[in-house]
Structures are given as structure tokens and as C-alpha cells.
């Protein structure tokens, strides 16, 4: 009874089926959006709301001088805090979307009234850009494949591991919003060629404009883009939707992204950027010779002018392209992106990129930790593309294989590849379920079409074979169906976990399990960076290895000599110089930059191994790499880096050992292990006896891991 | 405002924690003395010399070095401004002064005289060695000098040398030229080749060397020559002032008194040149001269007086800087033509000789170079004699922002021409193709 009234109630508000699908796409894709958020937000629960690693924190600082003074003053920052004594033009020398785009926010939150800090703005900002993510996902699977499709590819790359690992809250660093742009861009390029409306194509130049405001990543389209096109051209996919599409997106692309001055003229003049201007002429030539085709009816004549016309614009080209490379107006490739097409290329040429723990080749465990079942998904998906071959399917064929190559030259790059293996794996979970549940569902169906109309023979003892199997069949689909049911929540379970364990953790803030299953908390840099704010002079000048410049200008707020921004290989080499030297000789050197202080991360006491000593063989390669004094192998002893009595003697008393172990042979580390035992490493450190003379201990962080050293004045009789 | 900007020039050297402790930075002469003394017949023996001090008004506090009350310091302040070391044979000091104390009391800005002899103590030597200089090793040796010995009655052993090899500085020696040879008898030092700050004030002839008078030459002498230095200074980089020499009884009344005929030399003097030279040398080691202080560093660009926060590229700019001497008595205009001014980013940019208006101010104005950075100002003057200037300010140069650079350039005239009527004539061609038929 009571059930009929309320079906009666709810018959105005019964919905068609169109509608109940609409709505529950809908509040399918408003949960994906809210869990791709929260699923980010493990590392604010588990530490606190703060910014992570080491570029985010210049990335703050920026943002904090963007609100703080305006974007003119932003624009024509020189900062005089890093690279002394060069200083760096910071408003010439970085991708500004991100803190633009942060600014905006705080701003726009601002008028809105919550007064908000700005420094949460940029925590959240990449959960909420990885929401947004999982929205042109949708947009972009319904696309090339259908909204099913679509749907499962903003699931997926809701808590992929890949994309997550760079977009947890508090990883405040371009791939934050640049993977957003990137996809946004090729949805919008793909759109267009699709519809071949210019105002699509027009979408996809502002989009392709936010990504070169965003991230260096940008080379990766303005290359795939044209390779695509190529590809299409080829395969005779010729169309005039591609024509629009990709001369607005290209012309329009260029010159806003001119507008960025890091990027400048390098669409015109650097070599990376060619691919793209050659397919543009070519589309051009193409154009023209479709023209000639459609007014010349004799196809001989045809083809002899297709001949000369071919042969002509190959030449012209080419020759230009040598006369620009000749007279240097077009810069050759750059060494990173050489060292992408070939993954031994830095290793022998810069050791600066090579030392970089994001550029070393990825490993296959961490493909599968990224990936889970999508590396598994990822050919079936291509299968099905490939069975639906369509322009949209090409594109993501193309991304798919091109970025997956990339990612297994760099492990950072396995982000740029997460969007497009999430799409093609979602294509394949989406046309395997979709053909399931027809299965199951078209029983009834078959069965009584096959029963009333029965139209020919043939098809009717098809129907009927097909009527045997189906019991068979139908369970068949039921155990598929729970099979990718259970992978599918394999990969959920997995992310989460990964999420949490591995991809949250600030890397500012250490934390380890103790002997009773506790967490210990390292605070140490923290500690180290406001000991430098509180006491030591304004001016003072911090010396230390590359990666620690950000953080200690961003918390430190003292001037350091080199930073993450690795523009200047002499400079940094000079510093690796240092760290490589004797004391004496390094004293010259700090005294030539006016070093007053230096620091050194040192992990002996708490086996935290990416310390300077672990990295100091980077150093004295990037260091022998300028200056040819500094020799890797004075360091080795056979061939074998070690920090024990067996160490070569030149290991045992250069700057970097003697401030990392100075007094480490007073302190036992370890019950049960000799005084001086290192932890991180594993051994007994081969000089306990470290005397100083030119520099003084001013402060070590209560687990020893940030150490620092003030430079004394030289001799006053001497 | 200006006396905020004096502290810092004093910061920025880095001498400042040193200069605040010795004499004041106003009134640089020292004023109270310790004189040390094996005994106190040297007092007497050495009159003359302690007399001309007193009379220049120092506060001189005789003590026995082995005078158990005896302190440099006390409450962590200093209570002299200078040690005279006469004890030449002292194994240890009395009180609380040891090699450490008088060290650190140099390294604090403080001056000192040592004088040596012949058997001079191990700790005399080591305080010598930290002030760089080396005493032959020998104790039995003495310089000996066969051909500008001081000719005397007896013919003698020509260990008493008439010294005329004097360092040429005005500002070390005074300005009126020591006619007289002076006279040495005592022990031989070298200087340590790698301190740079010590230097020979009266070094022997080449024909000397170190060996013990009493016995046969044996072996080679270990000093020779004109390595042998007989009376040394050193200026430390805090401008502490050390003079050693290796003979006490350079500074006795015998030989201030003494009338000297080096040999060889027709002329014959009444006086010895040692009460002259060791009373201007005692002048420059107790800053009565050769002491500057550089106040006022300044600079803004040419017709502002504002000093910027930082210089844009191709600025033209004025420094100055006003240097003044210590007469002894007030401070007096510093002139010169040799103080230099650098714009410095690891190498100087600028290197500028200032001008001086003969009243101590020094200025120059130029041109930032078109290079980008955090420079400094640096005046790094060394000059014999004189205290070290060392003065930097650190001043960031930043390059042009993007609206300061020419909007339109004539040249490009012909671009701008193109691009505008190409604009004009799509706009046309698109008019006439939508809308002509």
C-alpha cells in the first residue's frame, strides 16, 4: 500500500532512462571529482599542510612575491637571494602558470571572503587541478571512444599512482597543473579535428598556451601534434577538419605562447620546435596541391606537377632548415632533449641531468607500481583502437606509444604517460564490459527476435548455435565480469595503498617506523633552515649542493650560491669543486664567492641515504666535468665508492667527508657497533680524527642530518 | 643616519669585533702600556727609550714577567693597549699570560714589541714564530757582519753591525731621513716566506750571517745574507702592530748614547741612529701614524642623493667615501691618488681611481656595466705603512624591466608598416570575399 503511494507520489518524478543515465553519469563523475581530491589529501592528515620537496618550494616563493607585490613586479623579478653572486631574472626564467593560476585562486577566494592563507592555496592547488583532470578525461574518453569509455578513464586516472605521485596536496610544482593542460590541449585539439570548427581549434591554441605558461613539458605536444598530423597525411587521412584544426591551433598556439618569456622566440628559432613549422608548411603544400588537383582534370599532368611540386618544397626546406642551423638563427636540440631519444646520451655528455633522480631510466617494478592493471589493459585497449580505427583513436594511439617510450627513458615521465594509458586502458575495460553485458542482457532479446521474425536460414541456425552456447556463454560473461570486477578493485585497493605509503610523504619532514612500530618524525631540515633565518646575519651566503638551494632561500631566507634551477653547469660545478677539494683549497673557492656559511646533509646517524655523501659522486663528476682538476677515480678505490678505512685518501680528506663525518667518530650510532658506525651506509667511517681548520661547526639538527659550518675569516697574522 | 652608516663600514670589514675592544676607533694611539722585564736594571739601563715614550704620554706599567700578579685581561676586558716584551729570557710568564694570551691579545686588535738576544727563551721564540717570523734556531748565534761592523776600540768579534738597510716608508720611519747607522747586537730572524704580512725594517747587509761568535764555523750558517732581518713589523689584518727584533740592547741607553763609524765609512757620527729609529718606529707600532679610517661610504645615482636599494644596468652613479689619517693627535685629510675603487662580481666590472677634493673626500661617479649580478663596492687599500682600508657594500644590479625598453625603434619601421597593413589587408580581403557577389 504504502509503496504504491509513494510510487505514485514519485511518478511526476519518475525519470526516462535517458535521464536516469544522465544522472547517474553525473553523480558518478561529481564523486570521481570529490575522490580524486580527497584521495590527495594523505599527506595533510598524516603530516601537515605544507609545501613538499625542493622545486615546489621556489614555486611558493614566487607565489608568496605574486600576491605580495603584484604580477609586474613578479614579471620583472631579479632575484638577488640565489645564484650569488649572479642573481637569476625569475620573471625570465620560469613557467609563471602555476603561480599565476594559484594567485588567481587566492585572489578569487579572497573576494569571496575566506580569508584563506596562500600557502594553502598552493598545497590544495594540485588535488584540486587532478579533479579537474579527471573531468576532461571524461570529456576526452567520450570522445575518441564513448561516455562509458569516458567515465571508467576519470575513474582511473582519479587515483592512478603515476599522476598522483606528483599531484598529492602539498606537491606544489608545475606537473600540478600542467598534466591538466595537457590533456585539456589535446582533448580540445582532438575536438577539433573531430568537428573541424575553428573555434575548437581557436580552444585548443588557449589551452596549448596555458600548458607553455605551465611546464617545459609543452615540447612534448607541439611535437606529438605535428607527428600526428604527419601520420594522418600519410595514412591518407587528409581532411579539411584537420587543415582548420591544426593551422589555428599552431599559428595561434606559437604566438601566445611567444608571449611567456622563458619560451620566447623558441618556437621560431630552436630546433625542437621545427617539426612542428615543417608540418605546417607541408600542410600548406598539401592544400595547394589538393587545389591543383581539383582544377587539373589530367591526372598525368597531375602527377608531374606533384613531382616538381614535392621535390621543390623538400628542397626549399630543406635548405632552409640548414642555412637557419648553418648561421645558428635555429639552436640545435638541446642536451635533455637528446637525452630522451636516446637514454645514454646524458650519462656520457651531462652529468648535471644524469644525477637527477627523476631523469634515470625507469625500472620495471616502478611501472608496475605506477600502473597496476593498466599495463595489462593498455594493449588491450590499443587492440580495440585499432579494431575502431577513427582520427580521435589514432591520437590516442599515438600519445599512448610515444609518451610510454618516453616514460621508460625517464621515470618522471611516467606522469606525462598516466593520462594516456588510463584513457586506452579505459577504452579496454569500457569495451570488454559494454560486450559483457550485452551478452548477459541480450538473451531474452535474442531469443525472441530470433523467435518472431526468424528472417533467413542461414542467420537462423546461426541464432540457434548462438541459443546452446548461451548458458555456457552467460556464465562465461558473469566470470569475466567478476574477474574485471575484482582486478578493478585490485587497482583501487593498490592505489590507495600507494598513495599512502609511498606517494605523501613531504620529503621535507622524514618519517620512519622506530624498534616498537611507532612513527618517528625527523624534523631536522626545518629545524636547520630557521636556525639559519634566526641566526646568522641577512646577508650571509649558504653554500650547499644544488638541491637544498630552494628550500633554504624559501625557509632560510638567506642567499644562497647555487639552486635548483640548474642554469649555470660552471657555477654548480664550482660548488662541486669545492665539496670535492681539500680544505685549504676549498677555502679559496668559498672565499672567492663569499661563502659564510655551509651545509651539508648527512644521514650517517639516522641511515637516511640520500645524503650528500651518497650524492657526492655527482658532485665531483659535475665538478671534474669543468674543472679536470677534481678526478672521479682519486675518489674510488678500484672502481668501488667507499667511505671506510679502505677509502682513497683524497675520498677520506676532502671538504665534503670531513664536514659530513666531522665528530661522527665521538658517536656510537648503534648499540653493539664500534663508535663512528654510519648507518646509511653501513659501515665504520675510515676518519674518526677530523680537524678543521678554516671552517668552525656552528650547528648540527638533533639527528645530525642537516649539518652546518660557518667559514672563518682568514688568519689574522698570516 | 651617518653615524648608523659609520657602524656598518666598521661591520662590513670584518675587523670590527677586534677594533671595539682595543683603542677606540676615534682615538686609535694606544695609551697604557705593560713593559715586561726580566729584571729591573733594564729599566734603568733602558731609560732613554722608555723616557721618550712617557714623554709622548703613554701610561707605561713596569712588571717582572715573571711577576705571578700579572694580567692581560681582566672581566674579559682588556687592561692595556700594547705589550712591550723586554724579557727575552723568561721560560714562563707569571699571572695568567701565557704564548694563548698574548696571541689572542694580538689577534684582538692590541700591539706589541718584542726584543729578543742571544739565548733567547723557547716561549720568546714561539711568540716570534706565531708573528711569523723565525729566530735562528742556534741559541748561541749571533749576526755577524765582517764588513759593515760598527768600528769600535777593540777590533772585537763584529757582532756589533751598524745596520743602514732601513725599509724606505716615510709613514713607518718618519719623514726626516736617519743619516746615522743604527746599531744591532743581538740575534738573527728570517721571515716565514708564507705569512705575507711581515715585513724587514732593517734587514743585514749580504755579507752577514748567523753562527755563534766563540766557536769555529763548522758547518754553514743556516741564515745568510740579507735573509737575515734584524729588525721586522708586522701589520695584522686587524691593524694590531707587532715589531721583533733580536737584540735588547738595540734599545739601551748605551747604544742610544753610543757614537758609531760603520766600517769602511770615513764618516764619523757622534750618534748612533737607534734613538731615532726606534722612537719613530715605536710612533708607527703605537698608531701614532699611519692610521686611517674611511667614514661616509655613499652612493646614489648621478643627480639623486638617495641611496637605491639596487641599480638597474647602465645606471650612472657617484660614490664617495671620506678618508682621514690619524696624526697622533686628530684626524687630518687623507691624501692620495692611489685609492681605487672596484665594482666587483667576482672580478671587478669598474676599477676607478678616486678623485680626492684635498679635504678627504674621495669620489668617482660611472657607469653600471650592462651586466646583471650582485655587485660590491669594494675599496681595498693596502698601502705601506698604513692601516688596510677594506671597505665592500654589496649592491645588487638588476637588469632593465620589460617597459623600459624602447617601444618603437625607427629601424623597424618598415615591420611595423608590414604588419599593419597586412592586418589591414586580410581585414579588406575577408571583407570583400564574404560579402562581394
Known amino acids: 500500500m504504502s509503496s504504491m503511494i509513494s510510487s505514485d507520489l514519485l511518478k511526476p518524478f519518475k525519470l526516462k532512462t535517458k535521464q536516469q543515465e544522465l544522472l547517474i553519469r553525473v553523480s558518478i563523475l561529481c564523486l570521481v571529482y570529490i575522490l580524486a581530491f580527497i584521495t590527495r589529501l594523505f599527506s595533510v592528515l598524516r603530516y601537515e599542510s605544507m609545501i613538499h620537496e625542493f622545486d615546489p618550494y621556489f614555486n611558493y616563493r614566487t607565489t608568496l612575491y605574486l600576491t605580495q607585490n603584484g604580477f609586474y613586479d613578479f614579471w620583472n623579478w631579479f632575484d638577488s637571494e640565489s645564484w650569488y653572486p649572479l642573481g637569476r631574472i625569475i620573471g625570465g626564467t620560469l613557467y609563471p602558470g602555476l603561480m599565476v593560476t594559484a594567485a588567481l585562486i587566492y585572489r578569487l577566494l579572497h573576494f569571496l571572503r575566506f580569508a584563506v592563507h596562500i600557502r594553502e592555496v598552493c598545497v590544495l592547488t594540485a588535488p584540486f587541478f587532478a579533479s579537474n583532470t579527471t573531468l576532461v578525461a571524461y570529456f576526452f574518453g567520450k570522445e575518441i571512444w564513448d561516455s562509458g569509455a569516458g567515465l571508467v578513464a576519470a575513474i582511473l586516472i582519479a587515483v592512478c599512482p603515476g599522476y598522483i605521485s606528483r599531484s598529492v596536496a602539498g606537491s606544489y610544482d608545475n606537473e600540478g597543473v600542467a598534466i591538466f593542460a595537457l590533456l585539456f590541449t589535446f582533448y580540445l585539439f582532438v575536438k577539433a579535428v573531430n568537428t573541424g570548427s575553428l573555434a575548437w581549434g581557436l580552444a585548443s591554441a588557449f589551452g596549448y598556451f596555458y600548458m607553455v605558461s605551465a611546464w617545459g613539458g609543452y615540447v612534448f605536444i607541439i611535437n606529438l601534434i605535428p607527428l600526428y598530423v604527419l601520420v594522418l597525411l600519410i595514412t591518407g587521412r587528409y581532411s579539411m577538419r584537420l587543415y582548420v584544426a591544426y593551422n589555428c591551433m599552431y599559428i595561434l598556439g606559437m604566438l601566445l605562447a611567444m608571449q611567456i618569456r622563458f619560451v620566447g622566440f623558441q618556437h621560431v628559432q630552436s630546433g625542437e620546435h621545427m617539426a612542428a613549422m615543417g608540418v605546417f608548411f607541408l600542410m600548406q603544400v598539401f592544400y595547394f596541391l589538393d587545389w591543383v588537383k581539383h582544377m587539373l582534370s589530367d591526372t598525368k599532368l597531375f602527377q608531374a606537377f606533384l613531382k616538381i611540386t614535392v621535390t621543390f618544397a623538400v628542397a626549399v626546406g630543406a635548405v632552409a632548415l640548414g642555412v637557419g642551423m648553418v648561421s645558428g638563427y635555429i639552436s640545435p636540440w638541446t642536451g635533455r632533449f637528446y637525452s630522451l631519444l636516446d637514454p645514454t646520451y646524458a650519462k656520457d655528455h651531462i652529468p648535471i641531468i644524469a644525477s637527477v633522480s627523476e631523469h634515470q631510466p625507469t625500472a620495471w617494478s616502478s611501472f608496475m607500481f605506477d600502473f597496476h592493471i593498466l599495463l595489462f589493459l593498455f594493449p588491450a585497449g590499443l587492440y580495440f583502437c585499432f579494431k575502431r580505427l577513427s582520427d580521435a583513436t589514432i591520437f590516442i594511439v599515438m600519445y599512448g606509444l610515444t609518451s610510454l617510450y618516453f616514460a621508460g627513458v625517464m621515470v618522471r615521465l611516467i606522469l606525462v604517460a598516466t593520462p594516456a594509458v588510463c584513457l586506452i586502458s579505459a577504452i579496454a575495460v569500457s569495451a570488454t564490459v559494454k560486450n559483457l553485458t550485452v551478452l548477459l542482457r541480450s538473451k531474452n532479446k535474442v531469443v525472441q527476435t530470433g523467435s518472431t521474425k526468424g528472417t533467413s536460414s542461414g542467420k537462423a541456425s546461426s541464432k540457434a548455435s548462438l541459443d546452446q552456447s548461451q548458458p555456457f556463454q552467460k556464465n562465461g560473461a558473469m566470470a569475466l565480469l567478476f574477474g574485471a570486477f575484482y582486478l578493478l578493485s585490485k587497482y583501487a585497493t593498490h592505489c590507495t595503498w600507494v598513495t599512502s605509503e609511498a606517494y605523501s610523504s613531504p620529503s621535507i619532514v622524514l618519517a620512519a617506523r622506530g624498534a616498537h612500530g611507532n612513527r618517528v618524525i625527523f624534523d631536522d631540515y626545518r629545524e636547520a633552515y630557521f636556525w639559519l633565518r634566526q641566526n646568522t646575519p641577512p646577508d650571509a651566503k649558504v653554500m650547499s649542493w644544488w638541491d637544498y638551494g630552494y628550500q633554504i632561500t624559501a625557509m632560510g631566507n638567506r642567499t644562497v650560491i647555487v639552486d635548483n634551477n640548474t642554469w649555470n653547469n660552471t657555477h654548480i660545478a664550482t660548488v662541486g669543486r669545492a665539496m670535492s677539494s681539500y680544505e685549504d683549497e676549498a677555502y679559496e673557492i668559498m672565499r672567492s664567492l663569499d661563502v659564510d656559511y655551509v651545509l651539508v646533509v648527512f644521514g650517517g646517524v639516522t641511515g637516511y641515504s640520500s645524503d650528500d655523501i651518497n650524492k657526492f659522486l655527482w658532485m665531483v663528476r659535475i665538478g671534474g666535468g669543468v674543472f679536470p682538476v677534481i678526478r672521479e677515480p682519486d675518489y674510488l678505490v678500484n672502481g668501488e665508492y667507499r667511505v671506510d678505512k679502505g677509502a682513497a685518501p683524497k675520498m677520506l680528506n676532502c671538504l665534503m667527508y670531513k664536514l659530513s663525518y666531522y665528530r661522527f667518530g665521538e658517536l656510537v650510532t648503534e648499540y653493539g657497533r664500534p663508535p663512528g658506525y654510519d648507518r646509511a651506509r653501513g659501515v665504520e667511517i675510515g676518519n674518526k680524527d677530523i680537524k678543521l681548520e678554516h671552517l668552525e661547526e656552528a650547528f648540527t639538527t638533533s639527528n645530525w642530518i642537516v649539518r652546518i659550518y660557518k667559514v672563518k675569516p682568514p688568519n689574522n697574522r698570516w | ?437
Open chain 2, 1 to 437: 643616519m651617518g653615524k648608523l652608516w659609520v657602524i656598518f663600514v666598521a661591520s662590513i670589514s670584518i675587523i670590527l669585533p677586534f677594533l671595539c675592544n682595543s683603542f677606540s676607533p676615534e682615538t686609535p694611539t694606544d695609551r697604557r702600556v705593560l713593559v715586561l722585564l726580566d729584571d729591573f736594571a733594564i729599566k734603568s739601563s733602558h731609560s732613554l727609550y722608555f723616557n721618550s715614550l712617557k714623554s709622548r704620554g703613554f701610561d707605561l706599567d713596569f712588571k717582572l714577567a715573571d711577576d705571578p700578579k700579572i694580567a692581560l685581561q681582566r672581566y674579559g676586558q682588556y687592561l692595556y693597549d700594547a705589550l712591550i716584551l723586554f724579557c727575552p729570557s723568561i721560560e714562563r710568564f707569571g699571572g695568567s699570560i701565557d704564548l694563548a694570551a698574548i696571541i689572542n691579545f694580538v689577534d684582538s686588535g692590541h700591539d706589541l714589541i718584542i726584543a729578543a738576544d742571544a739565548n733567547a727563551s723557547d716561549l720568546i721564540r714561539e711568540v716570534a714564530t706565531e708573528c711569523g717570523v723565525e729566530f735562528d734556531e742556534d741559541p748561541s748565534a749571533m749576526v755577524i757582519d765582517h764588513t759593515s761592523y760598527a768600528v769600535s776600540a777593540t777590533e772585537g768579534d763584529h757582532t756589533l753591525i751598524a745596520g743602514d738597510d732601513f725599509i724606505k716608508s716615510d709613514v713607518i720611519l718618519g719623514s726626516k731621513k736617519i743619516d746615522a747607522p743604527v746599531l744591532f747586537q743581538g740575534i738573527g730572524h728570517s721571515l716565514n716566506p708564507s705569512n705575507s704580512l711581515v715585513l724587514k725594517v732593517l734587514s743585514a747587509s749580504p755579507a752577514a750571517y748567523s753562527a755563534n761568535p766563540k766557536s769555529k764555523l763548522s758547518t754553514p750558517p743556516s741564515l745568510t745574507g740579507s735573509a737575515i732581518s734584524f729588525v721586522s713589523i708586522v701589520q695584522a689584518r686587524n691593524n694590531a702592530r707587532i715589531l721583533i727584533t733580536g737584540s735588547l740592547s738595540m734599545f739601551s741607553n748605551r747604544f742610544f748614547r753610543s757614537h758609531v763609524q760603520k766600517a769602511g765609512s770615513p764618516t764619523k757620527h757622534e750618534k748612533s741612529g737607534n734613538e731615532q729609529f726606534l722612537t719613530e718606529l715605536s710612533k708607527w707600532v703605537f698608531h701614532e701614524r699611519g692610521h686611517l679610517k674611511a667614514v661616509n661610504v655613499k652612493h646614489h645615482k648621478v643627480g639623486e642623493t638617495d641611496e637605491p636599494a639596487l641599480y638597474r644596468i647602465n645606471d650612472d652613479l657617484e660614490y664617495s667615501v671620506e678618508i682621514y689619517e690619524w696624526s697622533g693627535t686628530s684626524w687630518e685629510p687623507y691624501v692620495a691618488d692611489d685609492v681605487q675603487v672596484q665594482f666587483y662580481m667576482m672580478s671587478p666590472y669598474v676599477l676607478k681611481t678616486l678623485l680626492n677634493n684635498k679635504k678627504g673626500l674621495y669620489s668617482i661617479s660611472f657607469k653600471v656595466p650592462d651586466v646583471y649580478g650582485v655587485f660590491q663596492f669594494k675599496v681595498e687599500y693596502q698601502k705601506l705603512g698604513y692601516t688596510s682600508l677594506s671597505l665592500s657594500k654589496q649592491i645588487p644590479v638588476r637588469p632593465y624591466r620589460h617597459n623600459e625598453y624602447e617601444r618603437f625603434i625607427p629601424t623597424a619601421y618598415p615591420y611595423y608598416g608590414a604588419a599593419f597593413s597586412m592586418m589591414a589587408g586580410f581585414f579588406i580581403f575577408s571583407f570583400v570575399h564574404l560579402y562581394s557577389k
